[in-house]
Structures are given as structure tokens and as C-alpha cells.
């Protein structure tokens, strides 16, 4: 038999290193609302059968009819499991009537009775009072945890507990797995995170991970941060247009297939133009694309397209909107990836990087995801151009280290100029990674036709 049981979540357990360790003690920490109760009842749904069954113990944390209410508004709570392959039990009189001797004695019984594969309690944590101050909840302890190695079951407790408590409360000690779930706040956003604090016979995903609560259960995404990777993989040698005929202009032979394209520039200027005229070549060629917008609203994204005949609405463009009030950026990259893999898509716009780098926890996180998504789009063969905002209207004091223009393969800029009180828009290719271009500043307008470049006057 497999040493490691699926948690019920696929996500969780990549985070896992491949599940629950079989016959171990499993903690489970977080504070109230974090999701405990969803992993613990996910975890039995998923792996409980009439001849492998669940026991799920309620202590005095929630009333057992509450927790059985709630449960059923999960999808994968399933009516019919429940007296046949996962028992519920109310230890809470018995804890208040006998104290811990009297859950001891119970929870003997019910193991002779049942025989489980899986023992859940909920809320392990709030057994705690009724030690006493004699010390008595260390030997509870030890006496639990000696019934439960010596018969061939895995145990999950769930507890409100805090960090600070990894290190005095003795549960910490003898779980042989330790989850923490949690609430992370940065700025004004508030976002929860999952981390392995311990896991013993096996290895897991360091770090934190975002997850999400819904009536499906607990959706984890594992924290996107791809390593260096050396091996070679196939690079197309085949040279396409930008499909931004001012820009092409200043190309000798377009792009590599598969390359990124940072656009930077005030507000205004013709970015999301630039890259309607990026995805909307390959669209015009049979080709699928994707646009990953938090800038505009699909309405007002086709009426702009509408203005240069097309349309948003075309059946091998993929419009994935979402927006930047309530992103997840773990859930939103996932998507996007998957999007990319499963259509094929050779081009993709991203609108726009600045609406991500706010989203992200942080700058390492954001940095991480974007190095993440470059890599992966390589492999994948497909083409990325992302926008980015920058505030200054006429002159760029500092774009080395601008939504890490330095790992992209191409960085177009684009400026105002100002000339005796008229603006113009101006345009400047500062890298192509691998090909050569036109390096100086050369005015641009937007006309019927797209972005074009204004005719240079000639000189005598």
C-alpha cells in the first residue's frame, strides 16, 4: 500500500509531496473561519469506504449538528457516506461529564467498534481546559497517542491554535505533520496562505501558498516559483512580425517565436493599442490568442477593438478578464497557464504588469510569478507582450529595474514629446534579446490603420 493518502485536493497534495503520511498524527492549525473543519471533512469524503472508514469526533468547539448542517452545503459531502463509511460522534458531554479520562475510554470504544482508517477530532485544542492544572493534559496526550500508533490508523486534529504555540504546546511535538492556515494582509489586501510547518518521512513545498474556500472545498495553489532550469528544450528559429507595423519597421527581421515584449509608457499613450495589434496578427492568421486584461472591461476592450475592425468576440481569441480589486495572483497565473496549455495559444497579451505587482504579496512573490510565467511561455512556444504604466509623461528617469524589464526579450518604450507646445507620441525599441532593430526615437500616430510611424521630413 502506498505510504501517502490523497488530502482530497490534487494542489494540496503537490504541496504535500504527494499526500498524507498513512498512520500518522496530522495537525491542523489555524485561526476560527480558516478552513480547518473544510480540510479535515475533504480529507474523509475523499478517502473513507464502508471497509476503510472515517471517525469524526466533534469536541466542544462546535455543537455536531452545526458542523453536519454546514457540511452538507459542500459538494463533495456525499448524504449517503455518512453510518456507512464515515461516523460522527459528540465527545462534548462526555468531556464535559467525565473529562479526559472519559474520552480516552470513549474513543477506545469506538475504535474496537468501528475499526477507522481515519480519526479526525475537531477541535483538538479545546480539550485544553479540561486538563485541569495538574499537568493532566500531557499524559491525556501521551496515552492518545499511544492508542492511536499501536492500531493502524491515521489521526487529524484540528486546533485553533496560534504560531507561538508551535513551540509550547506538547501536540506540536507528537504530530507527525504539521498544516498551518492563515490570513496574510498586505496593504489593504488580505489574502490566505497555507504552510507546511512539518512533515515527517517526506518531503514538501517550502514556503506559503495561497488557497481559496468555496463550496467545492479547499483549492490550493502551490507557490509558483520556478527554478533555473538548464535542460535544453526546442526553440522555434523562425522570425514573425510584432503585427504593429510601426514597430516592425524598426525590426531587421521581427521576433524570435515564443519571445516576451515588455511595453512601457504613461498613461494614454497607445499601449493596450499596441498590444490589440500584437494578438489580434495572429488572430487574423487562424491562430488562437489570449488577452488577460484588468484594465478594461469587455465592453469597453470591443469597442476600442470595433475602431479598427476587430472584435473581441472572434472565436479563436480567449478574453480573460478579471479584476484587479479582488485578484489572486496565484489563482489568476494558474489559470492563465492553463489557458496557454490546453488552447495552444501563440500569442497573449497581458494588461497590464502593474495591476499584478499591487496584487502581489510582495516584490519577491511578484518576481517570481513573472519569472515563472516568461520561463513557462518559452517552453510553451508562445509569445507574450505585457504593458506596464509608468508616471512620467515626457521623460523615463529609470526602467532597469520596472517590472524586471531585464528578464524579458524585448523592451519597447514609449514617451510624449512636447515641440513648441504640440504632443506627440514617441516610440523607442531599448532591447531585442537575439536580433537587431533601430535604436532611436521615432514618432508615432495612431491613424484608421493602427499605430504608425510618422515619415521622417527629407533632408536636402
Known sequence: ????????????????????????????????????????????????????????????????????????????????????????????????????????????????????????????????????????????????????????????????????????????????????????????????????????????????????????????????????????YELRGERVPSGIQALDDMLEDGYWSGASTLVAGPTGIGKTLMGLHFVFHAVNQGERAIIATMQEHPSQLERTAAQFGWSVKADNLILMYRSPVDLNVDQWVYELLDMIETTGASRVLLDSLADLQVAAPDQVRFREYLYSLLHRSSRYGTSLMMTYELPELFGVSRLSDVAVSHLADNVVLLQYRRVAGVMSRTLTVLKTRATDHESGVKDFEITADGIMLVPEPATE
Open 1 to 232: 500500500m502506498n505510504d501517502r493518502m490523497t488530502s482530497g485536493s490534487d494542489p494540496l497534495d503537490v504541496v504535500l509531496g504527494g499526500g498524507l503520511p498513512r498512520n500518522a498524527i496530522v495537525l491542523v492549525m489555524g485561526a476560527p473561519g480558516a478552513g480547518k473543519t473544510i480540510v479535515a471533512q475533504q480529507w474523509v469524503f475523499a478517502n473513507a469506504t464502508p471497509e476503510l472508514p472515517a471517525l469524526y469526533l466533534s469536541t466542544v468547539s462546535e455543537p455536531l449538528e452545526k458542523l453536519l448542517r454546514y457540511g452538507q452545503t459542500l459538494s463533495f459531502f456525499d448524504p449517503t457516506a455518512v453510518g456507512r463509511s464515515i461516523w460522527y460522534e459528540d465527545l462534548g458531554t462526555i468531556l464535559r461529564d467525565q473529562g479526559l479520562q472519559g474520552v480516552l475510554d470513549r474513543v477506545r470504544e469506538l475504535i474496537r467498534v468501528r475499526q477507522p482508517a481515519m480519526i479526525v477530532i475537531d477541535s483538538f485544542k479545546a480539550m485544553h481546559p479540561y486538563a485541569g492544572r495538574s499537568g493532566g493534559f500531557r499524559p491525556f496526550l501521551h496515552d492518545l497517542a499511544g492508542m492511536l500508533s499501536a492500531f493502524p490508523a491515521t489521526s487529524m486534529w484540528v486546533g485553533e491554535y496560534q504560531e507561538d504555540e508551535i513551540q509550547r504546546s506538547p501536540e506540536f511535538a507528537v504530530a507527525d505533520a504539521i498544516i498551518a492556515l492563515k490570513s496574510v494582509r498586505s496593504a489593504e489586501r488580505t489574502s490566505r496562505v497555507l504552510q507546511v510547518h512539518k512533515l515527517r518521512g517526506g518531503g514538501f513545498l517550502s514556503g506559503t501558498h495561497s488557497y481559496r474556500l468555496s463550496d467545492e472545498g479547499i483549492t490550493v495553489y502551490p507557490r509558483l516559483a520556478d527554478p533555473a532550469d538548464s535542460r535544453d
